[in-house]
C-alpha cells in the first residue's frame, strides 16, 4: 500500500513538474534575461523539470528497475520528451515583443532537457 501511494504522489509530481515547466517557459520570452522576473521564472522552470525527472527516479529505486517500471518510465520519458521539445521550438520561433537572448536561453533549456530524457530512454533499456 506504501509504495503506491508513493507512485501515486511521484505521477502527481510528474504531471505538476510537465504543467509547471510548460506554462512558464513561454511566459519567460517577454522578458530580458537579466530581469528578477526571469530569474524566478527559470528557477520555476527548474523545479519542474526537477518534479518530472525525480518521479522517474523514484519509481526506477522503488522497484529495483523491474521491467513494467521501466516500460512506465519510459512512457513518462517520452511524455517528457514531447512536451519539451514543442516548449523549445516555440521559444525559438521569433516574434514582435521578445528578446532574442531571453528565446536562446529558455529554447536551449528546452532542448537541453529533451537531450536529457532521450538520454535517459536509452539507458533505461542498455544499463542492467
Known amino acids: 500500500m506504501q509504495s503506491f ?10 504531471v505538476g513538474g510537465l504543467i509547471i515547466f510548460a506554462r512558464v517557459t513561454p511566459r519567460l520570452l517577454s522578458h530580458s534575461f537579466d530581469e528578477v522576473f526571469f530569474m524566478g521564472g527559470a528557477a520555476l522552470d527548474i523545479l519542474g523539470a526537477l518534479l518530472a525527472f525525480g518521479a522517474i527516479v523514484l519509481t526506477f529505486a522503488m522497484f529495483n528497475g523491474a521491467f ?15 512536451v519539451t521539445l514543442r516548449t523549445a521550438v516555440y521559444c525559438i520561433r521569433p516574434r514582435v515583443g521578445t528578446t532574442a537572448v531571453s528565446r536562446a536561453l529558455t529554447g536551449g533549456y528546452g532542448f537541453f532537457l529533451a537531450a536529457a530524457s532521450a538520454f535517459y530512454i536509452v539507458q533505461l533499456f542498455i544499463s542492467r
Not at 5 to 14: E, G, K, N, Q, R
Not at 69 to 79: A, I, M, P, S
Request: charged share 5%.
Open 68 to 82: 513494467p517500471v521501466r516500460v512506465l518510465n519510459f512512457l513518462l520519458l517520452v511524455g517528457i520528451l514531447i
Open 5 to 14: 501511494l508513493w507512485v501515486l504522489i511521484s505521477i502527481v509530481a510528474y
